[in-house]
C-alpha cells in the first residue's frame, strides 16, 4: 500500500529526533502459490521483496513480496523440508530430507548439489550475506550433527557438537553468522522426546548448553543474536508452549500464549516483531491460527489471521512484511506498513545516517528549513550493512542546519 504522509523528520545539525510514528495494518492475502502443496518452509529477503518457499513437490520464488510464485529449476521429487536466504535474497540454501544440500546464488534461478553428505536435513540458516550458512540434520530415534559452511554452502564441515541420541532439529543464525542457536533431542521419556537448546557464540565452533526443550522445536534469533524465540509443537500428551530471551539465550521467559502445536516462529531484525504459527504435520493436520507479537514476545495477538494447517512462517527484516505457508494448502501475505527511525552517528568529520530495512520503499531525503517543501532526494545512494541489517548513508555536515527524513514512494 503507497501513502504520501511523511515517517520522520531529523535535525542533522544538533542531533535533534523528531518521529511520527504510523502503522497501516493489513489483512492476510492468499497469493498465487500452489494451494495442494506441502510447504515445509519458507524464507524472506530483508526487504521483503524476494520470497522462496520449499515443500515435499519442489521449490517456488516470488520477486514481488510474494504476490505471485512461479517454480524454480530445483530438482523435483525430493522431500525439501528447509530453506534459508540471504538478506539481497540472492543467496539461498534448501536442505532435502534424506538428500544433499542446494546452493543458488541467483535468487533461485538455478541450483547446485553442495558437497554436504547425504542426510535428513532438517533446518537450515545463513549469515545477512549468505557467505556463512549452518544446517543440521536427525532421523527419529538415530544420531544427528551440525554442518557448517563459510564459502557461501559451497563446501560444508562437521561441527563438533554434544553427542546426542535423537538428532538435530532446528537451527537459527544472526547476521553475521557468528551467534547460532540449535536444538538437539537426547532423552526419550514417557511423555516424549526431550533435548536442549545449544548457543555457539563462535559460529559452530563450539557450543554451550542453555536450555531443555522438548521436542518438535522451532528457532529464531534476531540480527545482533541477542534476541531469541523458540516454539514447541505438541507430541503426544504435551502441549507446545513459545519462550524467548533478551539474553542470547542465558536466561528464558515462557511467553503468555495458548497451548498449541507451534510449527514455525520467526522475528524481525530488532527482535521486537515476533511471528509464530499453529499447525500440525502431514499425516497430522491441526487447524490454528498465526500469533504475532510486538513487544519481543512479552504479548501475542491473532490480528484477523486466517485458521488454516500453517506449516512455516518467515518475516522481512522490520517484521512489516510476513509470509506463511500452509500444510497441504497455499500461502499467504500480510504487510504492515512500519515507519523506519534514522539514526545519527558521527564518524570521522562526516554524519552517518541509519535505519532498519524497510519492507516498504522508503526515500531519503533532505531540506534546510524543516518549514519549507523544498524537500530534495539525497543524492548518496544507501547501502546495506550485512551485520546490522541496516540501509546507511554517509554525508559531509555543512556550517547550516540540515534536515533528513525518509519519505514513503
Given at each position: 500500500?503507497?501513502?504520501?504522509?511523511?515517517?520522520?523528520?531529523?535535525?542533522?545539525?544538533?542531533?535533534?529526533?523528531?518521529?511520527?510514528?504510523?502503522?497501516s495494518a493489513q489483512h492476510w492475502i492468499q497469493t498465487?502459490?500452489?494451494?495442494?502443496?506441502?510447504?515445509?518452509?519458507?524464507?524472506?529477503?530483508?526487504?521483503?521483496?524476494?520470497?522462496?518457499?520449499?515443500?515435499?513437490?519442489?521449490?517456488?520464488?516470488?520477486?514481488?513480496?510474494?504476490?505471485?510464485?512461479?517454480?524454480?529449476?530445483?530438482?523435483?521429487?525430493?522431500?525439501?523440508f528447509s530453506i534459508a536466504s540471504s538478506a539481497d535474497g540472492s543467496t539461498l540454501a534448501a536442505g532435502v530430507a534424506g538428500g544433499r544440500i542446494y546452493i543458488s546464488t541467483n535468487g533461485g534461478v538455478t541450483w547446485k548439489s553442495s558437497d554436504a553428505p547425504s542426510n535428513s536435513w532438517q533446518c537450515v540458516a545463513c549469515s545477512a550475506d549468505g557467505i556463512r550458512q549452518v544446517a543440521v540434520y536427525g532421523e527419529p530415534f538415530s544420531t544427528g550433527g551440525v554442518f557448517t559452511s563459510t564459502n557461501a554452502g559451497a563446501n560444508w564441515i562437521a561441527s563438533?557438537?554434544?553427542?546426542?541420541?535423537?538428532?538435530?532439529?532446528?537451527v537459527a543464525s544472526s547476521a553475521d553468522g557468528a551467534?547460532?542457536?540449535?536444538?538437539?533431542?537426547?532423552?526419550?521419556?514417557?511423555?516424549?522426546?526431550?533435548?536442549?537448546?545449544?548457543?555457539?557464540?563462535?559460529?559452530?565452533?563450539?557450543?554451550?548448553?542453555?536450555?531443555?526443550?522438548?521436542?518438535?522445536c522451532h528457532l529464531a534469533c534476531s540480527a545482533d543474536g541477542t534476541k531469541l524465540v523458540a516454539a514447541k509443537g505438541e507430541f503426544g500428551p504435551l502441549?507446545?508452549?513459545?519462550?524467548?530471551?533478551?539474553?542470547?539465550?542465558?536466561?528464558?521467559?515462557?511467553?503468555?500464549?495458548?497451548?498449541?502445536?507451534w510449527t514455525s516462529a520467526a522475528c524481525s531484525a530488532d527482535g521486537t516483531r515476533l511471528v509464530a504459527a499453529i499447525g500440525g504435520y502431514s499425516n497430522?493436520?491441526?487447524?490454528?491460527?498465526?500469533?504475532?507479537?510486538?513487544?519481543?514476545?512479552?504479548?501475542?495477538?491473532?490480528?484477523?489471521?486466517?485458521?488454516?494447517?500453517?506449516?512455516?512462517?518467515?518475516?522481512?527484516?522490520?517484521?512489516?512484511?510476513?509470509?506463511?505457508?500452509?500444510?497441504?494448502?497455499?500461502?499467504?501475505?500480510?504487510?504492515?506498513?512500519?515507519?523506519?527511525?534514522?539514526?545519527?552517528?558521527?564518524?570521522?568529520?562526516?554524519?552517518?545516517?541509519?535505519?532498519?530495512?524497510?519492507?516498504?520503499?522508503?526515500?531519503?531525503q533532505e531540506n534546510s528549513d524543516l518549514t519549507s517543501t523544498n524537500w530534495t532526494d539525497v543524492p548518496?545512494?544507501?547501502?546495506?550493512?550485512?551485520?546490522?541489517?541496516?540501509?546507511?548513508?554517509?554525508?559531509?555536515p555543512t556550517n547550516s542546519q540540515c534536515f533528513y527524513r525518509l519519505r514513503q514512494q
Open positions: 500500500m503507497k501513502s504520501n504522509r511523511t515517517k520522520l523528520v531529523m535535525a542533522s545539525l544538533c542531533g535533534l529526533l523528531t518521529v511520527v510514528r504510523f502503522a498465487t502459490a500452489p494451494t495442494k502443496e506441502f510447504w515445509r518452509a519458507v524464507a524472506s529477503s530483508a526487504d521483503g521483496s524476494a520470497m522462496v518457499a520449499a515443500g515435499l513437490g519442489g521449490i517456488y520464488r516470488s520477486t514481488n513480496s510474494g504476490a505471485t510464485w512461479t517454480p524454480t529449476s530445483a530438482p523435483a521429487g525430493l522431500s525439501w563438533a557438537v554434544p553427542t546426542n541420541r535423537f538428532g538435530w532439529y532446528a551467534k547460532l542457536a540449535a536444538m538437539m533431542v537426547d532423552v526419550l521419556t514417557p511423555a516424549g522426546p526431550y533435548g536442549w537448546i545449544y548457543i555457539s557464540t563462535n559460529a559452530g565452533a563450539t557450543w554451550e548448553q542453555s536450555w531443555s526443550m522438548a521436542w518438535p502441549s507446545g508452549w513459545i519462550i524467548t530471551s533478551t539474553n542470547s539465550g542465558a536466561t528464558w521467559v515462557r511467553a503468555t500464549t495458548p497451548a498449541g502445536t497430522n493436520p491441526i487447524s490454528g491460527p498465526v500469533y504475532t507479537s510486538t513487544d519481543s514476545g512479552t504479548s501475542w495477538a491473532m490480528e484477523g489471521s486466517p485458521t488454516n494447517d500453517w506449516a512455516a512462517v518467515a518475516s522481512s527484516a522490520d517484521g512489516g512484511l510476513l509470509v506463511a505457508a500452509v500444510n497441504g494448502g497455499g500461502i499467504y501475505v500480510r504487510q504492515t506498513t512500519i515507519a523506519p527511525v534514522i539514526n545519527i552517528y558521527p564518524v570521522g568529520t562526516n554524519l552517518l545516517l541509519s535505519w532498519l530495512v524497510p519492507s516498504s520503499s522508503f526515500v531519503l548518496t545512494p544507501s547501502v546495506l550493512n550485512f551485520t546490522t541489517l541496516n540501509y546507511q548513508v554517509t554525508v559531509a
